[in-house]
């Protein structure tokens, strides 16, 4: 990758950032990961395995990790370093980004169960 798609790919991505982020301080529920992962798809004309070969390694099994994580019924997966590195390798949005979401939606689920009782 030459110097200037790098830059142009950093630029885009800041972007797309301020964008999300600002669409997350209108919302009062914080979206799930997953969430944002479908949107991001669907804004850059991506599928799947898309994703899986921009995230690095070996693209059939992080497919495969994806699909699986994408699909879950009830989102109990977490996401670990390890994979919001490989989304921030792909995305450029910040492994702490999606870490920092993981949690503001898991603290708002666990706020909304304790009062649903």
């Known amino acids: ?21 600002h669409l997350l301080r209108e919302n009062p529920v914080p979206p799930h990961p997953i969430d944002v992962i479908w949107a991001e798809l669907d804004a850059r004309g991506w599928r799947v395995s898309d994703l899986a070969a921009r995230m690095g390694e070996d693209p059939l099994k992080s497919r495969a990790l994806l699909f699986h994580y994408l699909h879950h019924p009830t989102r109990e997966l977490k996401l670990g370093r390890m994979w919001c590195d490989r989304l921030d390798q792909a995305f450029g949005l910040g492994c702490d980004f999606f870490l920092n979401l993981e949690k503001a939606w898991r603290e708002d689920g666990e706020t909304v169960r304790v009062t649903d009782l």
């Open 1 to 21: 990758m030459t110097s200037g798609m790098s830059t142009h790919r950093q630029i885009v991505s800041a972007a797309r950032a301020r964008e999300i982020k």
